[in-house]
T-cell receptor
């Protein structure tokens, strides 16, 4: 039972480099999310999507981009990596009906920008 | 402005005793509350939730209490076990007003259960 799968698990980037964090879910969930967690802080919403072809900004979208071409995939793009983007990134998904507000998280991607 | 506050960064309890984790919120539009548990190097996992139409929800050793007038909720774990040692996040959402999709998280409380 895969659930929400994120890759890579760990990555070190140099300032100015770009990369994409991949996220896929096999639960046919409509809603998908990207959160970041900084040390000692709660989870902050970066971007979310309510369905294929629809994305919107969360609390901290600057420096990131997303796309949602399929129900399953929700990649997060960092175009010009900055040290402030050093964080743990969590992808999550949620069913539109039945499960209320329960959000299911991936295992996280640890990103360091040096 | 933090809308969901967990004022205790850490809590240490003895195995077999009760653990009480607290959470306060400021947004009166919040009407659904959840607790997530997170082990190191893993994603948060859903633990228990409560709707604002209730004041208590129980699931095995875990009970969540909601006091709407005080904008306060708490998670009780009885009896506490060493495997409960983790970071616990309180989260809230407002089902009306178009914000049903978003969860607002607190900073988390690190629970340590000592054998």
């Amino acid at each position: 039972n895969a659930g929400v799968t994120q890759t890579p698990k760990f990555r070190i980037l140099k300032i100015g480099q770009s990369m994409t964090l991949q996220c896929t879910q096999d639960m046919n969930h409509n809603y998908m999310y990207w959160y970041r967690q900084d040390p000692g802080m709660g989870l902050k919403l970066i971007y979310y999507s309510v369905g294929a072809g629809i994305t919107d900004k969360g609390e901290v979208p600057n420096g990131y981009n997303v796309s949602r071409s399929t129900t399953e995939d929700f990649p997060l793009r960092l175009e010009l990596a900055a040290p402030s983007q050093t964080s743990v990134y969590f992808c999550a998904s949620r069913d539109l009906a039945g499960s209320g507000n329960t959000i299911y998280f991936g295992e996280g991607s640890w990103l360091t920008v040096v | 402005d933090q809308q969901v506050k967990q004022n205790s960064p850490s809590l240490s309890v003895q195995e077999g005793r009760i653990s009480i984790l607290n959470c306060d919120y400021t947004n009166s539009m919040f009407d659904y509350f959840l607790w997530y548990k997170k082990y190191p190097a893993e994603g948060p996992t859903f633990l228990i939730s409560i709707s604002s139409i209730k004041d208590k929800n129980e699931d095995g050793r875990f009970t969540v209490f909601l006091n709407k007038s005080a904008k306060h909720l708490s998670l009780h774990i009885v009896p506490s076990q060493p495997g409960d040692s983790a970071v616990y996040f309180c989260a809230a959402s407002a089902r009306s007003g178009g914000s049903n999709y978003k969860l607002t998280f607190g900073k988390g409380t690190l629970l340590t259960v000592n054998p």
